[in-house]
């Protein structure tokens, strides 16, 4: 992904930058897309060797009630 920032400065100083907001839309997306990933790895992470159940298990389960 390109942007194209533009910086605007106040006494010399850089202190505001402005994005088309189409490239803000895809880089706030991206940043929650890298947000959920982090949230999932960390709760992977927190379950470490839980016991767990397959797919094929749960249904059988399901099935048999």
Known sequence: M???PQV???EG???FVVLPYEEFLAIKE???DYEDL???REAKAA???APTTSLSD????LLAE
């Open 13 to 15: 100083k850089k202190e």
């Open 30 to 32: 991206k940043l929650e």
């Open 38 to 40: 982090k949230d999932l």
């Open 58 to 61: 749960l249904r059988a389960d």
């Open 8 to 10: 605007i400065e106040k």
């Open 2 to 4: 390109s942007i194209h």
């Open 47 to 49: 379950e470490g060797d």
